[in-house]
T-cell receptor, first 111, second 114 residues
Framework: EDQVTQSPEALRLQEGESSSLNCSYT??????LFWYRQDPGKGPEFLFT???AGEEKEKERLKATLTKKESFLHITAPKPEDSATYLC????????????FGRGTSLIVHP | DSGVTQTPKHLITATGQRVTLRCSPR?????VYWYQQSLDQGLQFLIQ???????AKGNILERFSAQQFPDLHSELNLSSLELGDSALYFC?????????????FGEGSRLTVL
């Protein structure tokens, strides 16, 4: 059973067209939720960690939010350089601290 | 540049063969993780080492093994390769994952099994 589901799988935006990516999770007692960015042919790059419902983190045009069931990555006035795959990962309770990744949302921003 | 170095970047081999992928973590990081990324499975955790000791195991096949050496570099050994083993293999490192979940990934080794 998938613990992390990301939607949509792919998203095309025009430059300046704001939107949100969704990450829903089924883990009880979430320890942490993470967002990563992955460019083609590169490894994932860490963006944010969120720990509790109501928490928000921002970085340039990106803002991540967390509720008890899902997280959103809001992209405000995106630019072509924001094109990438955005991965969400959750850290479950228990002995292992290993993040479990979703399959990602592939974002393309057209100029 | 994450500071994590993986070699080789690309590898093409035949079914039944054995390959070794190498990873040098960021300076000061004690923990190394191996992940497999394929189109149909996404990013799957294989195994974690911390300061030379195996710390956690994911869905790693018995044909695969790994180790972390005293200088903290790590190797992932893949044997009896099958077509389905074709994927990107990522190494990541962290000082310790428990605190922030922030992993630093290398650029990956792309394995193609023909």
């Amino acid at each position: 059973e998938d613990q992390v589901t990301q939607s949509p799988e792919a998203l095309r935006l025009q430059e300046g067209e704001s939107s949100s990516l969704n990450c829903s999770y089924t883990v009880s007692g979430l320890r942490g939720l993470f967002w990563y960015r992955q460019d083609p042919g590169k490894g994932p790059e860490f963006l944010f960690t969120l720990y509790s419902a109501g928490e928000e983190k921002e970085k340039e045009r990106l803002k991540a939010t967390l509720t008890k069931k899902e997280s959103f990555l809001h992209i405000t006035a995106p630019k072509p350089e924001d094109s990438a795959t955005y991965l969400c990962a959750v850290q479950a309770p228990g002995g292992s601290y290993i993040p479990t990744f979703g399959r990602g949302t592939s974002l393309i921003v057209h100029p | 540049d994450s500071g994590v170095t993986q070699t080789p970047k690309h590898l093409i081999t035949a079914t039944g063969q054995r390959v070794t992928l190498r990873c040098s973590p960021r300076s000061g990081d004690l923990s190394v993780y191996w992940y497999q990324q394929s189109l149909d499975q996404g990013l799957q955790f294989l195994i974690q080492y911390y300061n030379g000791e195996e710390r956690a195991k994911g869905n790693i096949l018995e044909r695969f093994s790994a180790q972390q050496f005293p200088d903290l570099h790590s190797e992932l050994n893949l044997s009896s390769l099958e077509l389905g083993d074709s994927a990107l293999y990522f190494c990541a490192s962290s000082v310790i994952v428990e605190n922030t979940g922030e992993l630093f990934f290398g650029e990956g080794s792309r394995l193609t099994v023909l």
